[in-house]
């Protein structure tokens, strides 16, 4: 079903059109002379990119790190700004084979309401967090539109920078969320290569590509001004992801230039339903793509989740990481134990509640994935000035205006 019929340019179009095969064939067969070249450009081109993250610039990572922190201070001075994951809803009318929450996993589900979705932000707030990622599972019956703008009014005192990552909607649907006061949408595209999205999105509205894809230009239209893309990395080739996700990122600079940008690599972590990477990206790849998309685009923001391990969050800090979360939870409730009582299974998307003896009540809701780095957010913080860094709780603009 085709969902772009505005006159308007859209990244679908530009995305149909861009090579992706010949610019990853280019970057496999980079030499070290062309490598050095890119290295050296000062406007730099997608071609340049591929060769950026090519295995001849493996060699090279020193350089390649070295001006990668050089452009990262010049842009962003020595600030990591922290911020938390708050879990709404575990619930999910999809299924993804990678995520823990998809429909058919038998796990542990809630809907925080709102008083509860409170409790946990101002358990947030006492660490010190002023920006919050509020996140949701696809679910038009628990997580509606209603539900999300009730959340957003009632945390604003609290928070004042939210963001919100849910399943894809209207720009109708997003302009009461920003009226209510969130101010950015995060929705990672998880994987570009149209045949994995098929393989691994099996079920629910999801399905959609092209719908996923132009997301970002939607919530732009509705009037975010901060803007979050991302690919989920272990689904396909990840120079492939890479150069798509720069091209994407390229695009929504030049056609959503009043937006903030920030783009997220993630990569893989166990999760509920047993899923195995299809093509690793290893510490030093991961390293690599970072600098590469620094030099690329000096000015977006890079986020580092709680998915990679402390001692390569703490080596990657000065080399292009913008924004970190700390201390985080994947389940809703997972701060504070809000939502508890009211925990349910289900079997294939039905519902079924858990017998009043049930061991599970103890467990509560099932998390997306498990974390790898689980210190706290003051450690994290404390590790950030310690490597001569300056760890920022509020949002950006507020830190620059108060
Ligand atoms: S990745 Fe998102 S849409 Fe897919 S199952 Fe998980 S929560 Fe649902």
Excluded at 183 to 199: I, P
Excluded at 344 to 369: P, V, Y
């Amino acid at each position: 079903m085709p969902h772009h019929q505005s006159a308007e340019p859209s990244f679908v179009d530009s995305f149909a059109a861009l090579p992706l095969g010949s610019l990853r064939a280019h970057s496999l067969k980079a030499s070290e002379g062309e490598f050095q070249q890119s290295l050296g450009a000062t406007q730099r081109s997608l071609e340049d990119f591929a060769q950026l993250i090519s295995p001849a610039g493996a060699t090279q990572l020193e350089a390649l790190a070295n001006q990668s922190k050089a452009l990262t201070q010049q842009r962003f001075g020595r600030a990591i700004r922290l911020f938390a994951p708050l879990y709404l809803s575990n619930e999910c009318i999809n299924n993804c084979a990678y995520c823990g929450f998809s429909r058919d996993n038998p796990i542990l589900r809630v809907t925080l309401e709102p008083d509860e979705v409170l409790t946990e932000a101002r358990a947030l707030a006492e660490q010190g967090f002023r920006n919050v990622l509020l996140v949701a599972g696809e679910h038009p019956k628990f997580v509606s539109n209603g539900y999300v703008e009730q959340c957003v009014r009632i945390l604003h005192e609290t928070i004042p920078s939210l963001s919100l990552e849910l399943g894809p909607l209207e720009t109708g649907a997003y302009q009461p969320l920003v009226t209510a006061g969130a101010d950015g949408l995060v929705v990672y595209q998880e994987t570009y290569d149209r045949n994995a999205y098929r393989v691994h999105h099996t079920a629910g509205p999801k399905k959609d590509f092209d719908w996923r894809l132009e997301t970002p230009e939607r919530a732009y239209a509705a009037g975010f001004r901060r803007l979050g893309i991302g690919a989920l990395f272990g689904l396909s080739d990840w120079r492939t992801e890479a150069i798509a996700l720069a091209a994407h990122a390229q695009w929504l600079l030049k056609h959503c230039w009043k937006a903030q940008l920030t783009l997220s690599l993630p990569r893989l972590r166990p999760c509920a339903g047993s899923f195995e990477p299809v093509d690793a990206i290893s510490d030093r790849d991961l390293t690599q793509l970072i600098c590469a998309l620094r030099l690329f685009l000096p000015d977006v923001g890079i986020v580092l989740s709680t998915r990679e391990p402390a001692s390569l969050r703490n080596g990657l800090i000065p080399l292009g990481v913008t924004l970190m979360s700390a201390g985080s939870h994947t389940e809703p409730g997972g701060y504070t134990g809000a939502g508890g009582d009211k925990l349910h299974k289900t079997d294939r998307g039905k519902m079924i509640a858990l017998a009043e003896q049930s061991s599970e009540w103890a467990e509560g809701a099932t998390g997306q994935f498990d974390i790898a780095d689980e210190r706290s957010p003051e450690t994290v913080a404390e590790q950030i000035s310690s490597l001569g860094y300056e760890p920022v709780w509020k949002d950006w603009d507020a830190a620059l205006t108060s």
